[in-house]
Each structure stands twice: as C-alpha cells, then as structure tokens.
C-alpha cells in the first residue's frame, strides 16, 4: 500500500486544526453579515446528526443517489473503469461511504486493480472508514485522507501517478454559490490531467415545497445540526453561544435554486470566544449554508466552464437528482 502518512504529530494537527477554526469563525462572526463555514458542521455529534438528516422521510437527495448507484452500479462502474488502466478512486466528503460502497464492491468483485481514496475534513470519518471497510470488503485497497480536499488531491498526485477517478457526491457541489461551486470545478480540474475523471452528484431543481421540507424537517434534526456548529464552538473553543437564544430559518428561492439555513438570533445579546465579543442584535442572522439546486444545462455548462467534458448522465426514476461523469478535457 502506498504510504499517506502525514509529517505531523497528531498533536501538531489538533493545535493548527482547533486555531483554523477559531481565525475561521472570529473572521465570519466578525463580518457582515455574519456567517459560519459549513464544513464546520461535521464533529463526531455533527456526522451522527447528519446520518439522522438523511434518514428523515423529507430529505430525498440520500435516496435518490442511492438508487442510482444499487440500479445502476455495472453503468456506472463501466463508466468509470474507462480504458481498464489501472486508478486511484479518490472521493471528496467520504461520509460514511454507504453510496460509494455499492460501487467498491463492485468494482472488487470485476477485480479492478484500484485503490480507494478516501478524503474527509472529519478524522472521525476517516477512522471509521479504515476500520470498518477492510471488513466489509475484503481485499479493498485503502488510504484514508483527513483534510482539506485540494490540500489532498496535490498529496495524491504526488504519491502515485495513475489515473484519477473523483467521487463528488450528495450534491456537496451545492453547498456552495455557483460562482464559488464554478471555482470549486475550474480549481478540482487544475489537480487533474488527461484522461482524468469525476463523478459528480448533483440535486436538480424540482418542487419548491420539496426542496424546502427537506431542509426543515419536521422532526426538527436539521435544526439540531445548524445549532450544533454553536455547540461545537463552545466546547472547542471555549465559547459561550446560549444555543437556546438561537433558532434555525431555511428558504428556497425557485428562480435562483437556492436554498438557505439561517440562525436567528432571538435576543440582543453577547458571545465570547477566542478572546474576543460578538454583539447580536434580537433578529439578526448567521448565514449558515446553501444548498444549490441546477438544471442539467446549468450543470453541462459548469463543466464545460472549468475544462471538463459531460460524457454521461445518470438519473434517479423521478429525474430528481443527477450523477454526472465529467471527462478532462
């Protein structure tokens, strides 16, 4: 197996990992308006609360990819085993995998001579993927990679040389701007090279009320993910967020296909953290997060934009969701 491990002692990563993320959340809480990163969402209470998101009823991007990939594993398998030259299958926000895991198995059982690359922000998430997929799938080749996703796309080039499939699934393409989600592609195909490739999970725009209840279910466990981040901010950096003085808000925008979380607050009020005060008026938000829906002629634009080339389309029986396969061009 190649070797990923990395130069720093734990340690060391903890202490430049916990101050990322307080300049992080001083330099959102300090603009205007205010914002938090989402990827922060995803401490080991955040990875639970989200599994729960994709097990309520209303949320049916998890399904709709999931069906894609159990009815249509062998296309898209074929799809991305290409030329049969050896590769890396390098997948950005692994989770837990559950998707990704149908192809792998795949994959194995065509004995596919390639090597599962996992990258996470989330080191809880890579731990959990090096412990259980070895068992589950036996002979799977595996390197699990925590960390920011370019930072380890250039790593994975510079320590093996084959082909590079990439994995961008659950419509984590969404969960930027599109002027941001069109840097995010024109960036990704910088780390990649001719005959490159990724697959690319995106949420296509649909019923409004649709879009929305599945951002605000009525169970309530989306608006315990937006206010764990705060949670989080308490317990790692020592802050002093009263959770309960602020309340989860989403809208969807049908023209644009944007769809936000908010955090309200619902008093004047302080929060000290980093050594520093944060004033908030009663009313005034926290931008949380977007959740972008496109059309497929927004989506062959993206691509084509940032050097890629569509060469396939996978649809979930409602046309809901959309797995692409870009090409390098």
Same mark, same amino acid.
């Given at each position: @197996?190649?070797n990923?491990?990395?130069?720093?002692?734990?340690q060391?990563?903890?202490?430049?990992?916990?101050?990322?993320f307080?300049?992080?959340?001083?330099?959102?809480? #300090?603009?205007?308006p205010?914002?938090?990163?989402? $990827?922060?969402?995803?401490?080991?209470?955040?990875? =639970?609360?989200?599994? =729960?998101?994709?097990?309520?009823?209303?949320?049916?991007? !998890?399904?709709?990819?999931l069906?894609?990939?159990?009815?249509q594993?062998?296309?898209? #398998?074929?799809? %991305?085993?290409?030329?049969? *030259?050896?590769?890396?299958? %390098?997948?950005?926000?692994?989770?837990?995998?559950? +998707?990704?895991?149908? &192809?792998?198995?795949? &994959?194995l059982?065509?004995?596919?001579?390639? !090597?599962?690359?996992?990258?996470d922000?989330?080191?809880?998430?890579?731990?959990? &993927?090096?412990?259980?997929?070895?068992?589950?799938?036996?002979?799977?080749?595996?390197?699990?990679?925590?960390?920011?996703?370019?930072? @380890?796309?250039?790593?994975?080039?510079?320590?093996?040389?084959?082909? +590079?499939?990439v994995?961008?699934?659950? *419509?984590?393409?969404?969960? @930027?701007?599109? *002027?941001?989600?069109q840097?995010?592609?024109?960036?990704?195909?910088?780390?990649?090279?001719?005959g490159d490739?990724?697959?690319?999970? %995106?949420?296509? +725009?649909?019923?409004?009320?649709?879009?929305?209840?599945?951002?605000?279910?009525?169970?309530?466990?989306?608006?315990?993910?937006?206010?764990? &981040?705060?949670?989080?901010?308490?317990?790692?950096?020592?802050?002093?967020?009263?959770?309960s003085?602020?309340?989860?808000?989403?809208?969807?925008?049908?023209e644009?296909?944007?769809?936000?979380?908010?955090?309200?607050?619902?008093?004047?009020q302080?929060?000290?953290l980093?050594?520093?005060?944060?004033?908030? $008026?009663?009313?005034?938000? %926290?931008?949380?997060?977007?959740?972008?829906?496109? !059309?497929? !002629?927004?989506?062959?634009?993206?691509?084509?934009?940032?050097?890629?080339?569509?060469?396939?389309?996978?649809f979930d029986?409602?046309?809901?969701?959309?797995?692409?396969?870009w090409?390098?061009?």
């Amino acid at each position: @197996m190649k070797n990923f491990e990395s130069t720093l002692t734990p340690q060391m990563q903890d202490n430049n990992t916990n101050q990322q993320f307080c300049a992080d959340v001083m330099a959102g809480l #300090a603009a205007t308006p205010k914002y938090l990163e989402a $990827k922060y969402f995803y401490d080991a209470a955040g990875d =639970e609360l989200f599994q =729960e998101i994709m097990n309520a009823p209303e949320y049916y991007p !998890t399904n709709c990819e999931l069906e894609i990939f159990t009815q249509q594993t062998a296309a898209l #398998a074929q799809a %991305i085993i290409a030329d049969g *030259s050896p590769f890396d299958l %390098i997948e950005l926000g692994a989770g837990d995998a559950m +998707k990704s895991t149908h &192809l792998l198995r795949h &994959l194995l059982d065509k004995q596919t001579d390639f !090597t599962y690359v996992p990258i996470d922000i989330s080191g809880h998430v890579i731990n959990y &993927l090096n412990e259980t997929l070895p068992q589950t799938l036996p002979g799977l080749q595996l390197e699990g990679l925590t960390g920011e996703y370019f930072d @380890m796309l250039k790593r994975a080039a510079q320590i093996s040389t084959r082909r +590079k499939v990439v994995l961008f699934l659950g *419509s984590n393409i969404g969960n @930027m701007p599109v *002027s941001d989600a069109q840097g995010f592609c024109t960036e990704m195909r910088k780390h990649l090279s001719e005959g490159d490739s990724v697959l690319i999970g %995106i949420d296509l +725009k649909k019923n409004p009320k649709t879009i929305l209840a599945a951002y605000n279910d009525a169970g309530g466990v989306t608006s315990q993910f937006n206010l764990n &981040l705060l949670t989080r901010i308490n317990h790692e950096l020592q802050g002093n967020f009263n959770v309960s003085q602020f309340e989860h808000y989403p809208m969807y925008d049908p023209e644009t296909g944007a769809c936000k979380s908010y955090l309200i607050s619902l008093a004047d009020q302080q929060v000290q953290l980093c050594d520093e005060t944060f004033v908030f $008026k009663k009313d005034e938000y %926290i931008y949380m997060e977007i959740s972008q829906k496109y !059309t497929v !002629t927004q989506t062959n634009e993206m691509a084509a934009s940032a050097g890629f080339k569509p060469v396939n389309h996978f649809f979930d029986s409602k046309g809901w969701f959309l797995d692409a396969i870009w090409m390098v061009v």
